[in-house]
């Protein structure tokens, strides 16, 4: 008898431990999910402005017989880039009429005497360098 | 790089001249997204290999007739067909369009939401606060300014008045933007009032120049007592929250609200500059200065509390140099001038003298800063000037007199902002 009772004591430990180990585990994922639970949180961000799209330049049929304006932006060396491409087009294409430039100012500032001047006697303009 | 697309876009818009802007490779990216921020998204550039600067006349011929980097078409070739092939029906396309910083709100776990900030580079990839509601509540506390009022709008450079056109476009923020970044850099509420004035002026805390810019603010008033910044022992170190967070709030701001710091677009230092993290932030010693303290000196009273912006290439100890020996009786005034005069004028030049070294200077014969800056500015018999204007040179006191060292660097002023009117 006395045995049967010790039996059946291990048993319920047994089952008791059995049961008790996952809902411990249960417990544990429980935690981990609470400190991963979703919260929500603000955007930091600023507000962009909408774009105006700009036309863009009617392109020529051809350079021959036309004038381009090369306009140095004021960084360094591109002068001796803007004489070479000078010398390109004269070696290549000498129908078109090169006008070497140097903006005046900084590189953002602007230059209406040039701009009018290539408005007037101008076809096309390549301006460099950008950096 | 800007300028150049800039001009082009005006002179194809305004004059209706065709024009093919010149830029070296490395700014295809910025090009890119500049052109179409600028309303040209078609704008046609021919792209050089990189650099220009430095290269002989025979290097450059050999250049301009080799294959563009990025399209990988003859270099002068592009050019001729750039100002003369029809425009396409993209090219000619106009409207407006709308743009998106995104959603107002994220919902998800706090890692994952951590790593979407960071992936998304909303962070400086240091840890953050997570900006929830009730935190952006409570740093809101620091205003009594409506979370919705309009705080100002910045760009990724600022633009000196008459410098020329504004090249980045402006992005705008409220009160409740700048609260929301605050909590991000870990920020107390009592120091709002300071990054709201800082970001009323528009400044960027991250220029995009390929200088490596780094920014610093001098804060002068009560408020540094109120808000215990240090400017004491290490006063321009991390050693108290206030200095650590508000640099770092201005640049989180910048990165998200003013859409500055973005690496090939909108950041293009060549090779960064480690104060970049948190910028400079100083806390004037007003106390133990022999003189008026920088805000006094430019017109505010000593009761303002009153923050005032830089910009240029940082501060470093002047001690390394050779103008400034450890010797038995050494010239303070001398070394100072020696050191400042030395930077490009362009910059200027700033001085952070601990009080120790500003007595020194005092009891040379300098009694305020004004004499002491127009003898520094004053050159050597038969040399020009090395400075244009007596603001092109700053002194600021700061730190600890434990020992006769002081900083410099070429940070040039920008402006000062009372801080009391964001409280």
Redesign the interface.
Known sequence: MKWHICVSLIAMLCLALFYNLPIRNNQAQAQGKAG????????????????????????????DGKT?YL?D?G????D??L???E??FKA??PTVNIVYRR?F??????DPFL?RE??EK?????????? | MSAVVDHCINVESKLGVPTVPLIISEFHDQVKLHRKKKGMPGLRVTYLISPVWGKTAKRLRNEIVAKSPVSETMIMQEIVGNLTKPLTAEEKKMGTIEQSAGPERFTDTPDNLRQYFMDNRMTDYLPIILPTEEKVAEMLKGTSHHPDEVVGKMAAHTQFPGAGMEIFEHWSYTVKTVAINAVMAGMKPEYLPVLLAVASTGKEGLSVSDNSFTEMLVINGPIRDEIKLNYGIGAMGPFSQANSTIGRAWNLLSLNAGNCGRVGTTYMGVVGNPMNWNNIVIAENEEDSPWQPFHVRHGYKPTDNVVSLFEGWGIISAKNSKFSKWTREPDFPGAIKRILIDQDMLFGATAVLSPVVAHFVKEAGFDSVDKFTIWIMKPEEGQWPDFRSIRDINIIITGGSNNNYWSYGGMRYFQSVLIDKWR
């Open positions: 991963e639970e979703k919260i929500t949180v603000l955007s930091p961000m600023g507000i962009p402005p909408a774009i105006r799209l700009k036309t863009m330049a009617p392109r020529l049929d051809t350079l381009v306009v932006v960084y360094v060396g591109t001796i880039l004489k070479e491409v010398d390109w290549n294409m903006k100012g900084f590189f953002t500032s602007e701009w290539i408005k101008g076809h096309a303009m390549v301006m460099g360098v950008g950096h």
